[in-house]
C-alpha cells in the first residue's frame, strides 16, 4: 500500500515536470514564433481577372478609404457543388436591395483557398455574369485554411462594412439584415468606428442536440469549455460562419490575427474583446449542409489544441497586440 509521503512525491514531481514543461514550451515559442504575423502573398494573390479586357487587376486595399457599402467574403475550398446555390441566393439579395438603394453598392470577393475542383470556374462564371465590379475571384496559390482565405479577402476588399458568409449557405443571406442593424445602433454608419455584429446558432442548441449522437454533443461541450476557459467568455456560439466587421475593426483585428485554420473565430473574437472592441451576437437561421469540411473528432481535437495554444502565445508574449489598438 503506497504510504502518504510517496503519494506526495509523486504529485510533486508531477507537478514539476509539469511546470518545466510548460517553462520550456513557452521558452521555444517565444523564440521560433514572431509577435506580429507575417502576412506571406503571392504576387498573382495581388490580382483578379477583369473578363471585360482579359487584364489582371490590382486588388483594394484594406488600408484604403471605403469605396462601398458591403464586402462580402466567401472563402471556398473545393466547392464547385455548394457554391452556386448560395451565390444565387447572396447575389440575388443584394443586386435586389441595391435596386431599391441607391446608396447600397457591394462587391463579392470569392476566396478559392488552393481548391483542386472547379471552384475558380464556378466562380468566374458570376464575374462574367455580373462584372468584376461586383464579383472579384480571389485564387490562393496555397491552401492556407479558412482563415487564412478570410484574411487575405478581408485585406483586399473596398466596403464600409465587411461580411465573410460560408461557402456552403447554411445562414439565409437575407439574416445580414439583422448584423446590420445592430452594426448601426453600435457604429451610426460610421465605418471609423469599431464593432463587430456575429451570427449565431445558440438559440437553436437546445434542437441541434436532440439530432446529435452522444459522441458529437460531448465533444461540442468540450469545446465551449475550453473556448471560455482559455479565450472567449461572454460569446456562446463562436464558429457561425456569418460575421459582419466595421472597416476601423478589420484594419485591427485581421493585421494581427495569427491562427488561419478552425480556431481563427476564437482568434479573432479573443482580440476584439482584448481592444473592447463592441460586440453584437445576433441569432440567425442556419440549416446543416451536406459536404462540411469539419470532421467532429480530429478537427475539435486540432481546434481544442489551437485555443489552449492563442491562450499560451498571448500570455508568455509569444504573440502580441499592438498597443496602439488598445483602449
Not at 189 to 195: H, I, L, Q, Y
Not at 279 to 289: G, M, P, Q, S, Y
Not at 309 to 327: D, M, P
Request: aromatic share 12%; hydrophobic share 45%.
Amino acid at each position: 500500500m503506497l504510504t502518504t509521503e510517496f503519494v506526495q512525491l509523486v504529485l510533486l514531481f508531477g507537478s514539476g515536470s509539469i511546470f518545466f514543461l510548460f517553462v520550456v514550451l513557452g521558452i521555444v515559442l517565444k523564440v521560433t514564433t514572431t509577435p506580429f504575423p507575417k502576412i506571406v502573398r503571392h504576387r498573382d494573390e495581388e490580382y483578379y481577372k477583369d473578363p471585360d479586357t482579359g487584364d489582371s487587376r490590382l486588388f483594394a486595399s484594406l488600408e484604403d478609404k471605403p469605396s462601398l457599402k458591403l464586402s462580402v467574403i466567401v472563402p471556398a475550398f473545393d466547392e464547385e457543388k455548394r457554391l452556386p446555390a448560395m451565390l444565387d441566393e447572396c447575389i440575388a439579395y443584394l443586386e435586389a436591395r441595391s435596386q431599391k438603394d441607391e446608396d447600397f453598392t457591394y462587391e463579392v470577393i470569392i476566396v478559392s483557398d488552393g481548391s483542386r475542383d472547379r471552384t475558380v470556374k464556378v466562380a468566374m462564371r458570376y464575374v462574367n455574369l455580373y462584372g468584376s465590379d461586383s464579383v472579384r475571384v480571389l485564387n490562393l496559390i496555397e491552401n492556407r485554411g479558412k482563415g487564412g482565405a478570410v484574411r487575405l479577402g478581408m485585406l483586399s476588399s473596398r466596403g464600409q462594412f465587411l461580411l465573410f458568409a460560408d461557402a456552403d449557405g447554411a445562414t439565409k443571406f437575407a439574416d445580414y439584415e439583422k448584423l446590420e442593424r445592430s452594426m448601426m445602433e453600435m457604429t451610426g454608419s460610421d465605418w471609423k468606428r469599431d464593432a463587430l455584429a456575429i451570427g449565431s446558432r445558440a438559440h437553436l442548441e437546445e434542437e441541434a442536440t436532440a439530432k446529435r449522437t452522444i459522441f458529437r454533443t460531448i465533444l461540442m461541450h468540450g469545446f465551449h469549455f475550453l473556448v471560455w476557459t482559455f479565450a472567449v467568455k461572454k460569446i456562446r456560439d463562436t464558429q457561425c460562419g456569418f460575421k459582419l466587421v466595421s472597416r476601423s475593426a478589420a484594419r485591427k483585428l485581421f493585421q494581427v490575427m495569427h491562427v488561419e485554420r478552425w480556431a481563427f473565430d476564437v482568434e479573432l473574437l479573443f482580440i476584439a474583446q482584448s481592444y473592447n472592441i463592441p460586440i453584437a451576437e445576433v441569432a440567425v437561421n442556419w440549416t446543416e449542409i451536406e459536404g462540411s469540411k469539419l470532421t467532429p473528432f480530429w478537427s475539435w481535437l486540432q481546434m481544442g489544441r489551437d485555443l489552449m495554444l492563442i491562450w499560451f502565445r498571448y500570455a508568455i508574449g509569444a504573440w502580441q497586440l499592438r498597443k496602439e489598438h488598445s483602449n
